[in-house]
């Protein structure tokens, strides 16, 4: 167990419905294109694959993945969808927890590296991704910037949502480098909202390659999403792409 927290059955249960606009396949085209023209003709390993709303479309694309997953409900729902033989998951943490064989590409979306809360877990999951991947592999990693620009002297919150049914805000404990996302969500019609949150560890671009290149991984790419668009001090987020050396040093 890592210092990730433990998604739920209920959580689980409810994660897809609320995920729904970006699991479209208008919304999720380009994630696909850009993961499977980087795993090539090889195999692809998805950290915290979840509920399998990259994998199992980009299985269904023909892509060969193969999942990592911390909670055991979460593969529950996947399991739904796509059975062990055609996607095999692995129930453990995404920094230490190794699978049989090489692949051409590990992949790590929304957000998801921040799940673990200290710094030396996040180089290990650069490091576990450096193991997994053969001579010329690519680690990608899908990232938002932290929005610290957005922080007048003296405020600890940042609001990343205000819609009819959903608030959700961000506040910043600038020392340890930890935000916790606080969403309130309206499940029903009677107005009554449902209060969640959780931890999360920011890191800026600058320190994953840090991270990469302790693991032995040289950046190769870094743009603002997943249809290319170039990365600027404007950018709200990030997908990078770092590679396994196929030269030995």
């Avoid at 890191?203 to 249809?227: F, Q």
């Amino acid at each position: 167990m890592t210092s990730s927290e433990l998604w739920n059955r209920a959580t689980a249960e409810r994660y897809d419905t609320e995920e729904a606009e970006s699991s479209s396949p208008a919304a999720l085209e380009p994630t696909l294109a850009f993961l499977a023209e980087l795993a090539g003709d090889g195999r692809a390993l998805e950290f915290a694959i979840g509920t399998g709303r990259v994998g199992v479309p980009l299985r269904e694309r023909g892509v060969p993945v193969v999942g990592i997953e911390l909670s055991e409900h979460m593969t529950a729902v996947l399991r739904r969808k796509i059975d062990e033989d055609t996607l095999p998951v692995f129930v453990g943490d995404m920094a230490t927890t190794v699978v049989p064989g090489g692949f051409t590409l590990v992949y790590l979306v929304y957000n998801t590296i921040t799940n673990l809360l200290t710094q030396d877990e996040q180089v290990e999951c650069f490091r576990n991704a450096a193991r997994h991947l053969e001579p010329g592999g690519r680690f990608v990693i899908e990232l938002g910037v932290p929005a610290l620009r957005s922080l007048p002297p003296g405020q600890v919150a940042v609001p990343f949502d205000v819609s009819e049914r959903h608030l959700g805000f961000d506040t910043f404990d600038l020392v340890e480098q930890i935000l916790v996302s606080h969403h309130l969500t309206r499940d029903g019609e009677d107005g009554r909202y449902r209060r969640d949150n959780s931890r999360h560890r920011y890191a800026w671009p600058a320190e994953l390659d840090l991270m990469a290149r302790i693991a032995g991984l040289e950046p190769e790419r870094r743009v603002a999403d997943w249809d290319g668009a170039p990365f600027t001090q404007e950018s709200a987020k990030h997908v990078s792409v770092w590679r396994k050396p196929t030269r030995v040093t």
